[in-house]
Nanobody
Framework: QLQLVESGGGSVQAGGSLRLSCVVS????????MAWFRQASGKEREGVAC????????DLADSVKGRFTISRDRGKSTLYLQMNSLKPEDTGMYHC????????????????????WGQGTQVTVSS
């Protein structure tokens, strides 16, 4: 059974950095198209970044381009989100999500494409 477990969240000041991890079990991260989503209190969930199953395609939301990087380590079966130059508006619960195994795609704009979700890790950025 596919399971996703996030970690790495915390509280930082604006301008700081965090690296989120999403450990994948049941399948290797290399068999999955995955994405990161976030949801701030009282706001709708929004997609942040995605990576295709082949890892040849990645995409980032305009709000995080130049600051965030999505990557994965097949040996550790882990998905990462490196977040630099953090802003207060980056505050929220961050979730990793995966498509059905072996499905190709990178579409952070459509959360319905992602059928497996982790519990999330909280990121708080203070000004």
């Amino acid at each position: 059974q596919l399971q996703l477990v996030e970690s790495g969240g915390g509280s930082v000041q604006a301008g700081g950095s965090l690296r989120l991890s999403c450990v994948v079990s049941g399948y290797n991260v290399g068999t999955l198209s995955m994405a990161w989503f976030r949801q701030a209190s009282g706001k709708e969930r929004e997609g942040v970044a995605c990576i295709d199953v082949s890892a040849t395609q990645t995409d980032l939301a305009d709000s995080v381009k130049g600051r965030f990087t999505i990557s994965r380590d097949r040996g550790k079966s882990t998905l990462y989100l490196q977040m630099n130059s953090l802003k207060p508006e980056d505050t929220g619960m961050y979730h990793c999500a995966a498509m059905t195994p072996w499905r190709s795609g990178c579409n952070y704009r459509n959360s319905a494409d992602y059928v497996n979700w982790g519990q999330g890790t909280q990121v708080t950025v203070s000004s």
